[in-house]
């Protein structure tokens, strides 16, 4: 076919070149990536002396259809031996904690721990699940993620659990999140089954089928619960690079920004800084502001719902300690934004892989998860916040919530500005208009990355992979 360019060369970008690339129907991908840099988000400091941090996602869910699917990608990069897993019987994987009134309590796990009153609950969470079967079925075509959890299971569970876990995960605010768009499977088993409990037993609508590789099919024997590479995360991105370099028909270019782009005879003219590029196709991985200051006036209707599509920064601060420090063991904690508005959660990176740990002399590594929704309100003007103000109120986050009084031998400050969507509630419907606005105006643009249908790694491959078998029509 014809020449597709990819614009945005982060995860998804890459994802999505890798399929294309694959295909004897694409003659020519172009990917166009506005940094110095490809992988995006998926950024890894590899130190002289072994140490590995991460300053985005720092391990991968081998779960569900997308997660095999990664896992087939991983195999096909031949990164398989580089793979770390934590699997479930793991101290990682049992130990999560929660920082709510000045203190650390450990998550119930197991049947037992479902049964007692486990602090900060004020009764056990079996009777919350219990209870669920009984509650009606929501009118709404949708809601936030606090209001369907406070319904379904109780208004404590809401603000503390799922009110951390959305801190942990999208860095936003579970009272203005969707709960379609965040959490389908969740709003899939109350809409299938009329119930959370009977949907995670029975199952609640299809899913899609990925057979297991060899990767994947180990991952399902040794039971995993997450992995990452011992080279960490930013080998990925690096690999797909690689791919994309020897595959003798893809064409990438760092610092080539995006500045327009408008429809021609064939397809699309993209203008950047230094020339014009045509394409019969275009597949944007761009975040959706910025895809939508490239659009034509032509497309003001697409325009405006990308637009509302909002992102929250994150700073990210890593901490390398000398010898133990941790009064607990496990994966790290997390805080509901009733205990600290600016800390979202503490990641105890050596204890899920001390592979990353430098291999002489003991030292902990740890990562301070900061602002989110709450960036502004806490620490003002991204712009203006100074690293060491960062790295002040993370040392004091982990001296309050950790006992530590020592300082770190060892610290880097990341500001990731507007790294997370934030799907708010209606979300699903902007995208239902957009991809109809595409449809009807027969726009040859495909949409991917985080922006749109999941933020996770695994949701964003899987989706590039969507993307084009939907333009290739050879079905996923």
């Not at 890894?44 to 391990?59: K, L, N, Q, W, Y």
């Not at 063991?329 to 740990?357: A, K």
């Not at 712009?383 to 103000?389: F, I, N, R, S």
């Not at 109120?393 to 969507?421: F, Y």
């Amino acid at each position: 076919m014809r020449t597709v360019a990819v614009l945005g060369g982060g995860i998804g970008g890459l994802a999505a070149s890798y399929y294309l690339s694959k295909s004897p129907q694409v003659t020519k991908v172009i990917v166009l990536e506005s940094s110095s840099r490809f992988g995006g988000w998926l950024w890894s400091t590899r130190r002289s002396d072994g140490a590995v941090f991460e300053h985005g996602p720092r391990g991968i869910r081998p779960a569900g259809a997308v997660g095999r699917n990664t896992l087939n990608m991983v195999d096909d990069l031949g990164l398989g031996g580089e793979i770390l897993p934590v699997t479930y019987s793991h101290i990682a994987s049992k130990n999560r904690y929660l920082y709510v009134n000045q203190r650390l309590h450990r998550m119930p796990s197991g049947i037992s721990g479902l049964l007692r009153t486990v602090p900060p609950f004020s009764r056990p969470l079996l009777l919350s699940v219990a209870m669920e079967i009984l509650v009606k079925k929501g009118k709404e075509d949708d809601e936030s993620i606090h209001s369907f959890v406070t319904r379904r299971l109780g208004k404590e569970l809401a603000d503390i659990a799922v009110d951390s876990l959305c801190r942990g995960v999208f860095a936003g605010d579970c009272r203005k999140l969707s709960v379609r768009s965040c959490f389908p499977v969740l709003y899939n088993a109350e809409q299938h089954r009329g119930s959370l409990t009977l949907g995670m037993l029975l199952g609640s609508g299809p899913t899609p089928v990925v057979p297991p590789g060899p990767l994947a099919q180990r991952s399902i024997k040794e039971s995993w619960a997450q992995w990452s590479l011992s080279r960490g995360m930013e080998s990925l991105p690096e690999a797909i690079t690689e791919y994309l370099q020897h595959s003798g028909k893809v064409q990438l270019h760092r610092e080539a920004a995006v500045k327009q782009i408008s429809p021609s005879a064939l397809g699309w003219k993209v203008h950047l800084e230094d020339g014009v590029i045509s394409a019969d196709h275009i597949i944007s991985a761009l975040p959706a502001k910025a895809l939508s200051s490239a659009l034509p006036s032509s497309c003001e209707p697409l325009i405006q719902q990308l637009q509302h599509i909002s992102t929250v920064t994150v700073a990210v601060v890593n901490l390398e300690y000398e010898g133990s420090i941790l009064p607990v063991t496990g994966f790290g904690h997390l805080l509901p934004s009733s205990e600290d508005l600016g800390i979202l959660g503490v990641v105890y990176d050596s204890v899920p892989f001390p592979q990353h740990n430098r291999p002489n002399g003991q030292t902990t590594r740890l990562t301070v998860m900061m602002g989110g929704a709450w960036f502004q309100e806490v620490f003002g003007d991204p712009e203006a916040v100074t690293e060491e103000h960062l790295l002040a109120r993370a040392n004091e986050a982990v001296r309050c919530h950790l006992g530590v009084t020592k300082a770190p031998s060892w610290s880097r400050v990341a500001l990731q500005r507007d790294c997370i969507p934030q799907y708010y509630k209606g979300h699903f419907q902007k995208l239902k208009s957009m991809r109809s606005f595409i449809r009807q105006n027969n726009l040859s643009l495909s949409l991917v990355g985080s922006s749109y249908d999941g933020v996770s790694v695994n949701d964003v491959i899987f989706n590039g992979q969507t993307a084009v078998s939907e333009l290739l029509g050879t079905g996923v």
